[in-house]
């Protein structure tokens, strides 16, 4: 099938382009099930357990979109690492999650409505608007193909974002030591 | 399509059974090995050798009442024991135990084992933190922080692993191992000349990693009542323990495929299944033996060694394996 052919009619069920829209279907509903517990749990520990659906549906996305190592690696950094770190985060700032924040001001549900509307709206009109065209495949996304890119045509990219990284680990070992001397 | 999808489901089926049957009989072997080393007879009585026990143990369990502690954060109690067994099973699919069998070899078998195995540390979390009970927090909190500072020395050993084979395919580094004991990845080679240590790395940090003695100190009982599983009674229980045998064979899969050839035979012969499974349950059996001969670390000294000898180490060997693998 052509990808930049507008979609006339839906494909049964059961041939493999149906199968392969149920999927990602699924996939969808994961990712925005996850990302609805995190924002409405009242128990932040739940939130932190919403994310990590959010973040496996997101790593399907990723694996259905023929890229598993950027799947994997959401996993492993997202669920494994950034998670657990919230997680801690969580049980060493809030012991008592039972508390409630004041009541919000009479315009906040009103204007939350309104500025979500405006974005949906816009998305969708740009996403009517837009014309998708099929790019050619670059490469066939394995770790080595990755790599050389990473340390060829994108290194400048790739040092920045070690730089970053780096001034992180800096900053939080800087907090750390002032905290210790106290 | 639908062979290649027939395929996938017997090979889960198979996952699944050979993680329930391992973790089974693994606990008697635990409770056998325990005894020996303690000097008395340990499960003798039902069938022979106690050869009928784990399955009677898994009647009790399952018949027995499922109890949620009354404060306890439901939702997260019983996701728990469901997330710690899965993941453990997802790691068997890509396993490869011989050349021919594996479920579904992926090019990226290393990465895949180590994303499922850092899964297994959410699950220690939602336990702890769902029972709502100090203990378990606590524990949980040590378990994981443990969980999260050995996974780095191991990830960094296995890279160096990856590296000199130059693939993360499971397969491909087992069959360049091939061809005898010499072959092994254990043994320093030219281009790696601190692999023996890369070895003794990788194995601690598996043992830590599976939390087991002399690091359990998620399960110190003497100080934590039981660890972060303290509120969980029947299956629940159960899921947790066959969890966490399956990550030990998980573990010792790894270290085989890694650093011991994977299913090659040390003298060049009838290479195959049996080597692997063989190799497996000689290392299974020094996690127990281990096990039941070391006290417990304190929590400072666990996290010390990790972060102050293993991680510089690790990196140290990783530089040097860099440096060589561009010299020679």
Not at chain 1, 113 to 126: E, K, N, P, R, Y
Not at chain 2, 35 to 48: L, T
Request: glycine share 10%; with cysteine; hydrophobic share 55%.
């Amino acid at each position: 099938m052509n990808p930049s052919m507008a979609i006339t009619e839906a494909p049964g069920l059961f041939t493999a382009d149906g199968l392969t829209g149920l999927i990602f279907l699924v996939m969808m509903a994961v990712t925005l099930i996850g990302g609805l517990i995190a924002c409405t749990a009242e128990r932040l520990v739940r939130s932190v357990a919403g994310l990590v659906v959010c973040f496996i549906g997101v790593a399907a996305l990723y694996y259905f979109l023929n890229s598993p190592f950027v799947a994997l690696m959401q996993i492993l950094i997202y669920v494994g690492a950034v998670c657990i770190t919230i997680a801690f985060a969580i049980m060493l700032a809030a012991p008592e999650e039972n508390k409630k924040n004041g009541p919000a001001g009479p315009l906040s549900g009103p204007l939350a409505f309104i500025t979500a509307g405006i974005v949906t709206i816009g998305l969708i009109v740009m996403a009517m608007r837009a014309k998708f065209t099929s790019l050619p495949k670059v490469n066939g996304g394995t770790v080595k193909e990755i790599g050389i890119q990473f340390l060829t045509s994108y290194s400048m990219v790739f040092e920045l974002i070690s730089i970053v990284l780096l001034i992180a680990i800096i900053g939080a070992l800087v907090i750390a030591r002032a905290g210790r001397s106290k | 399509m639908s062979l290649t999808l027939l395929n996938v489901i017997v090979a889960v089926v198979i996952a699944i059974a050979f993680a329930a049957a391992n973790a089974a009989y693994l606990v008697w072997a635990e409770r056998r090995g325990a005894a020996r080393i303690q000097r008395r007879p340990g499960p003798n009585i039902n069938g022979p050798f106690g050869l009928l026990q784990p399955p009677l143990d898994g009647i009790k369990l399952m018949t027995k009442q499922l109890m949620i502690p009354g404060g306890a954060d439901k939702i997260l109690f019983m996701v728990a024991p469901v997330l710690a067994m899965a993941p453990a099973i997802m790691s068997f699919v890509t396993i490869p135990f011989s050349e021919g069998i594996a479920a579904h070899n992926m090019e990226l078998g290393v990465l895949v084992i180590f994303a499922f195995a850092s899964m297994g540390a959410m699950a220690i979390l939602f336990a702890g933190w769902g029972s709502r009970n100090k203990y378990s927090v606590m524990a949980s909190v040590r378990a994981v922080s443990q969980n999260v500072s050995y996974e780095i020395p191991m990830l960094i050993t296995a890279i160096t692993v990856v590296m000199t084979t130059g693939s993360m395919d499971l397969k491909m580094i087992s069959m360049a191992q091939s061809g005898g004991f010499w072959h092994w990845n254990i043994f320093p080679s030219l281009q790696s000349p601190l692999m023996p240590i890369s070895f003794i790395i990788f194995f601690i940090c598996s043992l830590a990693e599976t939390n087991r003695a002399p690091f359990d100190l998620g399960e110190a009982e003497s100080e934590l009542v039981a660890g972060f599983h303290t509120e969980y009674g029947s299956m629940g229980f159960g899921l947790f323990f066959m969890g966490e045998y399956a990550n030990i064979v998980i573990g010792a899969s790894l270290t085989t495929i890694l650093f011991l050839g994977g299913w090659d035979c040390p003298f060049g012969m009838f290479p195959g299944v049996w080597w692997f499974l063989l190799k497996i349950y000689l290392l299974i059996a020094t996690f127990i033996w281990i096990r039941w001969t070391f006290p417990r670390t304190t929590i400072y000294g666990l996290l010390n060694l990790s972060w102050k000898i293993l991680i510089p180490i690790s990196l140290f060997n990783l530089l040097l394996t860099a440096g060589l693998l561009k010299v020679f």
